[in-house]
């Protein structure tokens, strides 16, 4: 059949679409000699085994693996060494730009493509990806029987004879068989030869049936709007309610590893709302994230002071078993409360961590306290949330301007311009989201500096493009804390976890958990 097709001459010089699709029976076992040679000549610096947090024993045995491999002498520190990474649990992550993303400490979303991972991929560097169960497999495919013709009939009778049964030979069958590339599902255990039956139902024009199957068995193809959810629904997470002495909290763990990290948002942001802690999760860190007072379902009564909350959520660690806080970390809104904590607990907190926070300097201006008492008071921030989410849904591009407008001191429009998609996307879901509650105005009200009784080693990173909060807050916070570093961001906006060198920020970030809780020289900080 391929024979016939190569020779048949062409019309006019011009080949078809069979005479360029079509290849040589031996065409495979020269793919898998190309391609290991390829690999072997590559000559990559580093590996990484990417396992989900939810799976343990599998994290646990991977290591064990690579530890083997070590020993052997199959991998070598500065020639190719592998690193067995737990991520955080996203299932959106098993998407390549999503699992690249989760590994330089960023949030595990989709991008567009191009540019692909083979030239642009971690850290910007060529990378090639694929599934660990699928290079396993790699070995028996290519001893198998001979491999399949370029037609689904025979990618089936392949199947039959090959004597594996993992649904991981179904993406090499897809690969030979299909020139479009589809999603399916299948009730688990089935057989190869049954599933590569299922595959090979296509077209006339040879396109493999894709979409998912509902509970009737046909093709649904999920709406754009669903698709962008699906995408977003991560950065939504479940809290619980603590009953304590003082009153409720609501709040979210995250457990991971045995470092636990505190993590206090900004204003209007509730702890459902995960948002800037990938590079935590991406250190195995278990990640604690209380509502602060008049925010989500912790009502103001609970803290209405910020020492009186400090108070609150160091009862909240006593409640959940937790005796040391590797870091405790104050976004925007947050910083005074995660400054405070610090201060008031230097026997629970080992480390501090101030993004684009809020400092001691007289903040926000008369106008703007004027505005936010009239659009966030009680009877109000309803209505103006509502509206927000109107203009989500009905104008997205001008809500982004809007609202980025008061968070960056560049042209709106540059600013839009240079968002990527999924940074668009999540930051569209995260003002559609947003509830300022009795909160917001409880953050105006004027709390005790305490910032000369800090002693912790403290990390300070912001932008000076930042409107929302001025760098001058950044420079003053290092400048009168003990033991700090200011580490300054190129991003455009208030948010620093969306700037090109977040990625750099975040391996120092993790750099700065894994150091020695022991306060440094004063004179050894940086500003």
């Excluded at 580093?46 to 989900?52: A, E, I, N, Q, S």
């Excluded at 169960?133 to 009778?157: Q, Y």
């Excluded at 989500?392 to 429009?413: E, I, Q």
């Excluded at 932008?463 to 200011?486: C, E, K, M, N, W």
Aim: charged share 20%.
């Amino acid at each position: 059949m391929l024979a016939s097709i190569k020779d048949r001459p062409s019309r006019a010089g011009i080949r078809t679409r069979q005479e360029r699709n079509a290849r040589p029976a031996g065409t495979r076992k020269r793919f898998w000699k190309v391609w290991l040679w390829r690999v072997w000549r590559a000559a990559p610096d580093k590996g990484f085994v990417y396992v989900r947090s939810e799976y343990p024993q599998a994290f646990a045995a991977m290591r064990e693996a690579v530890a083997q491999a070590r020993a052997k002498g199959y991998l070598r520190l500065g020639l190719f060494d592998v690193e067995v990474v737990r991520g955080a649990g996203s299932y959106v992550a098993g998407e390549e730009t999503s699992l690249l993303r989760s590994l330089a400490g960023l949030r595990a979303t989709v991008r567009a493509k191009p540019p692909y991972p083979a030239t642009h991929g971690y850290l910007g560097q060529s990378t090639a990806v694929n599934n660990v169960e699928s290079l396993a497999s790699a070995p028996a495919i290519v001893a198998a029987t001979e491999p399949p013709r370029w037609r689904f009939r025979s990618a089936g009778r392949w199947a039959g004879s090959c004597r594996h049964t993992s649904l991981t030979c179904l993406c090499w069958i897809r690969l030979w068989a299909c020139r479009t590339y589809g999603c399916a599902t299948s009730p688990s255990p089935n057989h190869l030869k049954d599933c590569a039956a299922f595959t090979g139902s296509a077209s006339r024009r040879g396109q493999a049936a894709g979409g998912c199957a509902g509970k009737s068995g046909r093709r649904q193809v999920p709406r754009k709007r669903d698709r962008l959810e699906a995408l977003m629904n991560p950065l939504i997470e479940t809290t619980t309610m603590a009953r304590l002495p003082a009153g409720q909290v609501e709040y979210r763990l995250d457990r991971r590893g045995s470092a636990v990290v505190v993590v206090f948002h900004g204003g209007h942001v509730r702890a459902g709302l995960a948002v800037g802690e990938e590079v935590f999760a991406a250190a195995d860190c278990t990640v604690l994230v209380p509502s602060r007072p008049g925010y989500g379902r912790t009502p103001l009564s609970t803290g209405t002071s910020v020492p009186e909350y400090a108070d609150v959520v160091r009862a909240l660690c006593t409640h959940l078993g937790i005796d040391r806080v590797s870091a405790v970390v104050g976004i925007s809104g947050g910083g005074p409360t995660a400054a405070t904590m610090a201060a008031r607990y230097p026997d629970l907190v080992e480390r501090l961590i101030l993004i684009s926070a809020v400092g001691w300097l007289p903040f926000p201006g008369r106008l703007t306290q004027l505005g936010a008492h009239i659009m966030f008071a009680a009877g109000t921030e309803r209505t103006t949330w509502a509206g927000i989410r109107a203009l989500v849904r009905v104008a997205p591009n001008t809500c982004l301007r809007l609202m980025l407008r008061s968070l960056s001191t560049r042209p709106v429009g540059e600013v839009v311009a240079a968002l990527r998609s999924d940074d668009r996307a999540m930051l569209l879901f995260l003002f559609g989201h947003m509830r300022s509650g009795r909160g917001f105005l409880n953050d105006l009200r004027p709390t005790p500096d305490v910032t000369a009784q800090i002693g912790q080693p403290t990390l300070v990173i912001a932008t000076r493009t930042d409107r929302g909060v001025p760098f001058a807050h950044a420079q003053s916070l290092a400048d009168t804390i003990r033991h700090s570093q200011l580490i300054e961001s190129q991003a455009h906006t208030h948010f620093v976890w969306l700037g090109p060198d977040w990625p750099v920020i975040a391996k120092r970030i993790r750099a700065f958990l894994d150091t020695e809780a022991a306060a440094s020289d004063p004179a050894d900080s940086t500003t």
